[in-house]
């Protein structure tokens, strides 16, 4: 920090740790400011019904598919970004074309499977859906996947770059006896996510 960057002030949060082990916290920090002549601001803890809010409570929020809680959290939707890309086509077969999102970060936290209640801006508007993320099992699949059904949009996505906001989670996935039960489940949550659609 002191050599390469010239650090003159370092902002650290509440409840960091570094160093080996992350065995050193905000109060090693000081003496190293002191030492090294850089100035320490600590970031006191955020705190939402009195509970304080840490990137690990967020991240564990995101990966129990509590996404209403993480937003509260974040103070934001949590959002994914990505591209379009090919998929099978079996949503196109049973009346739910779906985007499927190949995100570009691979570091990015995908939340625990599950359907979500999404919107995302496509051509300056805001659009409305559903996405899925697992692994499809009611078809036997492996790879998982995150793929998105916008209500009234039929526009060609392919290739494209695409933000989606996570409103809600409905459910979790689930592997269906046939295609039609999926079919008839897809129904019910897209009357489901309609009905709690933000505005």
Known sequence: LVNRLKAKKVIIGYDHRFGRNRNAN???LIHFGNTFEFEVEEIPAQEIDEV???ST???????HGEIEQANLYLGYQYMLTGTVTKGKGLGKKIGFPTANLKI??????IPKNGVYVVKSTLNQNTVHGMMNIGVNPTVDGKA???EVHFFDFDKNLYNE????????????????????DLQKQLMADKANAQGLRPG
């Not at 570009?104 to 936290?109: G, N, P, R, T, V």
């Open 26 to 28: 905000i109060t090693d």
């Open 57 to 63: 409570k967020i991240r564990k929020a995101l990966m």
């Open 104 to 109: 570009a970060e691979d570091y990015k936290l």
């Open 52 to 54: 304080s809010v840490s």
């Open 144 to 146: 998982r996947s995150i």
């Open 161 to 180: 770059k695409i933000q989606v906001q996570l409103v809600r989670k409905l459910r979790d996935e689930h592997k269906f006896d046939s295609i039609e």
